[in-house]
């Protein structure tokens, strides 16, 4: 008797869905993304209790058609590559074609699509990976994403999710990662009938850099870039007298995807040097473009890991920039501002526009 099995499909397609849908803010950022993509310049994300309940990602991007819409949910089926080849020149925020089947693998999900230009559009369902429907609808040009019931079909999964004030704060800080660099798209997240995130779409980063990290912050932040052949980098850095006891305040981005990376941080510190006390962190927000074919983003699901093939060269770019731009400011390092406003960070949400 054989001990070896080849795995159903439904299992298979839960286990690999545990790679790119940890929690609900997994399943925000998956689907912003995918907004962002289609060239939506409104996306109106809206949750119920912590997104464990319900997720609804509205855009105005190009739609899908009713063959597009069926395609969408296979795996490994997307718009954004063709060839392997085309992995070394990767700039969308999506390319795998993972999300939405692996979305749709765990949850009850509702894909309505109106392509631009055209009069009608369909409206898709399927619970725990199985299609129920495809019908005609009306509906407004782009795309709604309706997720419900988040891992109602993996109780263990769904038992490990945390709080409702968790989750949430989680979701907030995934979508804000993602506006960051995209001043000219409207933001909004609504939690039930409470707007939390209004960002309203602006030709300044500046005004984004405000709405999300505060006014003061914005109004303090000096520049600082660095040019080298195909790399780019611009810094905004607020004075070391913004410095926080989290490093919760550090956006970085390369080619307008949100990283983590500690090569990165690291050389942000660098830059700051002793202009920080022992334990503090900087504000900062750093945008790097860069030749795709300098970069690996296919590190792992989520899209947030990526190799840099110079890594030395990012480095001191950045070390560099954060340099110059603190050198330029005129404000001088004040210990007892580090004291004053190592404080944790409360969001203030701008008034809903409707």
């Known amino acids: 008797m054989n001990t070896i099995r080849i795995l159903s499909e439904t299992l298979a397609s839960q286990i690999a869905a545990g790679e790119v849908v940890d929690r609900p803010a997994s399943v925000v950022r998956e689907l912003t993304d995918n907004s962002i993509d289609a060239g939506a310049d409104r996306i109106v994300v809206t949750i119920e209790n912590g997104g464990k309940r319900r997720i609804r990602v509205s855009d105005n991007g190009l739609g899908m058609s009713k063959d597009d819409l069926l395609l969408c949910v296979e795996r490994h089926a997307t718009s954004k590559i063709r ?13 795998r074609g993972e999300a939405l089947p692996s979305i749709a693998a765990v949850s009850r999900i509702q894909i309505t699509s109106l392509p631009q230009g055209r ?36 109780p263990a999964r769904r038992k490990f999710l945390r709080a409702v004030r968790t989750e949430t704060d989680h979701i907030v800080d995934s979508l804000s990662r993602i506006a960051m660099p995209f001043p000219g798209i409207t933001f909004r997240l609504d939690d039930g009938t409470r707007n939390v995130i209004h960002l309203p779409a602006s030709e300044d980063t500046r005004d984004r850099i405000s ?36 490093g919760d305040r550090l956006y970085v981005y390369v080619n307008c995807r949100n990283i983590r990376d500690r090569l990165v941080t690291k050389a942000i510190m660098e830059g700051y040097g002793r202009r920080l006390m022992k334990g503090q962190y900087p504000q900062v927000v750093l945008f790097i473009d860069i030749d795709p074919l300098e970069i690996d983003v296919n590190v792992h699901p989520t899209k947030q890991e990526i190799r840099f093939r110079n890594a030395s060269r990012i480095f001191q770019a950045i070390v560099s920039a954060v340099g110059k731009s603190l050198d330029s400011s005129p404000q001088p390092f004040s210990r007892q501002g580090v004291l004053d406003r190592a404080i944790p960070f409360e969001r203030v949400s701008s008034p809903a526009v409707s």
């Open 83 to 95: 060839t392997a080849s085309d992995l070394l020149s990767v700039r969308s925020l999506g390319f």
């Open 119 to 154: 009069l009608t559009g369909h409206s898709l369902r399927i619970s725990g990976g199985k299609l129920l429907e495809i019908k005609e609808t009306g509906a407004p040009p782009g795309t709604i994403v309706d997720v419900k019931d988040l891992f109602f079909n993996i």
């Open 211 to 246: 709405g999300l990290m505060g006014r003061k912050t914005a109004e303090a932040m000096v520049t600082g870039e660095e040019k080298e052949g195909d790399l780019s980098i611009k810094v905004y850095a607020a004075p070391p007298d913004f410095a926080r006891s989290r």
